[in-house]
């Protein structure tokens, strides 16, 4: 019985062999081994990243902010005959309506005179900065 004990960077582990083994053989495994394990590592740090920002927004929500969204919400409930669109708990602003905007795939209903969802909130696109005031 042989042990080889493999390192590469801060990564190290010890693999066990036979002497009759060759070493291609012996190569194609620690091969398999390692990028095993570093699937494994993988793995296990985006399943960190996970825990702690969550998962990602449904498609037809990417991009909009949370009035946005509770405004869609509030759209869609008010569209099968649910709560009604004009309550104000949806925008959380004066003006409680909403309009449908049609998206690449699906439509979505976002605050009338709200602001682009698409706009550059802090000024830093292209180089240029907003004045704050």
């Given at each position: 019985?042989?042990?080889?004990?493999?390192?590469q960077?801060?990564?190290?582990?010890?693999?066990?062999?036979?002497?009759?083994?060759?070493?291609?053989?012996?190569?194609?495994?620690?091969?398999?081994?390692?990028?095993?394990?570093?699937?494994?590592?993988?793995?296990?740090?985006?399943?960190?990243?996970?825990?702690?920002?969550?998962?990602?927004?449904p498609?037809?929500?990417?991009?909009?902010?949370?009035d946005?969204?509770?405004?869609?919400?509030?759209?869609?409930?008010?569209?099968?005959?649910?709560?009604?669109?004009?309550?104000?708990?949806?925008?959380?602003?004066?003006?409680?309506?909403?309009?449908?905007?049609?998206?690449?795939?699906?439509?979505?209903?976002?605050?009338?005179?709200?602001?682009?969802?698409?706009?550059?909130?802090?000024?830093?696109?292209?180089?240029?900065?907003?004045?704050?005031?």
């Amino acid at each position: 019985m042989v042990k080889l004990h493999v390192k590469q960077g801060t990564e190290e582990f010890i693999y066990e062999t036979k002497v009759t083994a060759s070493v291609d053989a012996v190569t194609r495994e620690i091969a398999v081994m390692h990028n095993l394990k570093t699937q494994l590592s993988r793995f296990c740090e985006q399943l960190r990243q996970l825990a702690r920002h969550g998962p990602m927004k449904p498609l037809d929500q990417r991009g909009l902010s949370e009035d946005e969204i509770a405004a869609s919400v509030a759209a869609r409930t008010a569209k099968s005959g649910g709560a009604a669109a004009g309550s104000g708990s949806g925008s959380g602003g004066k003006d409680s309506k909403s309009a449908m905007v049609d998206t690449k795939d699906t439509k979505s209903a976002v605050a009338v005179g709200s602001a682009n969802p698409h706009a550059d909130p802090t000024g830093m696109r292209n180089g240029k900065r907003k004045r704050l005031r």
